[in-house]
């Protein structure tokens, strides 16, 4: 990893129709790494639209499962059959701890799969702990 002086900025796109849980998830970003491009889509549709354009590319992706237009294991499924995207790092982040639809959520690729923490400091957490694991900085 870099030391702090020398990282890279990191981009990150999370595909939520929820506006509030977007807000929540940006100030837990801001709180935890000032080096972080936030981007935000309302559904896995208008992502892999941004994604198949190539208007951004992100190191790492964080999708909600349960989304109008196309959720998110649509969303994996596409972005995993699509060459210049299947490498980026994707995070499923719902509500849901249902063990089959965890177990779905890595078989069609998703790196990992986080349930919605209520608590601000548990997101900051399981932010970091992720972008350590996933992120490039």
């Known amino acids: 990893m870099n030391s702090d002086n020398n990282r890279e900025l990191t981009t990150l796109l999370m595909v939520d129709d929820d506006e509030d849980d977007q807000e929540f998830f940006k100030l837990a970003l801001g709180t935890i790494r000032e080096e972080i491009t936030f981007t935000a889509a309302g559904n896995g549709q208008e992502a892999f639209d941004l994604l198949h354009t190539r208007t951004i590319m992100p ?6 499962m349960n989304m ?3 959720n998110g294991f649509a969303f994996l499924e596409k972005i995993k059959a699509t060459p210049h995207l ?8 719902s509500t849901s701890d249902e063990k089959h639809e965890i177990a ?5 690729g998703a790196v990992d799969f986080i349930t919605k923490p209520a608590r601000f400091n ?3 957490r399981l932010l970091q702990e992720k972008l350590d ?3 490039k900085v």
């Open 104 to 108: 779905r959520a890595k078989s069609l």
């Open 86 to 93: 299947e490498h980026i790092p994707v995070i499923m982040f």
């Open 133 to 135: 694991l996933y992120a």
């Open 59 to 64: 190191d790492i992706i964080f999708v909600d």
């Open 122 to 124: 548990e997101l900051c």
């Open 68 to 70: 109008p237009l196309m």
